[in-house]
């Protein structure tokens, strides 16, 4: 199955990378630049269409990114189908990350496991404190343990240089669309099914 929300954070996540952190603060905060003004174009002209005054542009504007802010990691969450590790749950991998966390001096990450095939790790939050490590079962199988720590390590790196508030903001729409169009894939069947049985 496609992961739309795997692929978005590979892509910000690679081309995020420089060899100076003014670099890749000065990249974070074009993205972050570049998705709120074409966010707000883009609900501008609809609302301009129709009718609505400036300030109440503006504060549906408002409204909606901080709608967005706070809904992403659920939609993430969903779209991902992740297992969030309970304590005593893989607890090697739970004390890797402990460790790793307090080496960065980043608040421990919450822990969940996707099922994703697909080598891959990702973090998304609101905060630092609401941080979530996401890390493929393919991964896990792939990786031995000092690979792992390499590729936790770099993922706790986003969450102590808050480059994760952006790809958790930048996944919201197409993760949003993801879940869309899966929901309408999913409906269309189902009555085609019923359709059929009808038919009987």
Request: net charge positive; hydrophobic share 50%.
């Amino acid at each position: 199955m496609f992961r739309i929300t795997e692929y978005i954070y590979s892509f910000i996540c690679k081309y995020s990378i420089m060899p100076s952190l003014i670099d890749l603060k000065l990249r974070m905060y074009v993205t972050l630049a570049l998705i709120f003004g074409l966010g707000f174009a883009i609900i501008y002209a609809i609302l301009y269409l129709l009718g609505v005054s400036f300030l109440g542009i503006l504060i549906f504007v408002a409204l909606f990114f901080v709608f967005q802010w706070y809904v992403s990691p659920y939609l993430i969450s969903v779209s991902a189908r992740l297992k969030y590790l309970k304590p005593g749950e893989m607890k090697e991998l739970q004390e890797t990350v402990k460790e790793l966390a307090a080496k960065a001096h980043v608040p421990m990450p919450r822990i969940a496991i996707s099922p994703s095939k697909e080598p891959n790790a990702f973090v998304f939050g609101r905060t630092r404190k609401s941080a979530t490590l996401v890390v493929n079962e393919g991964l896990l199988k792939m990786l031995n343990k000092d690979e792992l720590e390499s590729v936790i390590g770099h993922e706790l790196g986003h969450v102590k240089h808050n480059d994760f508030l952006v790809m958790t903001i930048a996944s919201f729409i197409p993760t949003l669309a993801y879940i869309l169009a899966q929901n309408m894939m999913f409906a269309n069947t189902y009555r085609s099914r019923n359709n059929g049985y009808a038919l009987l």
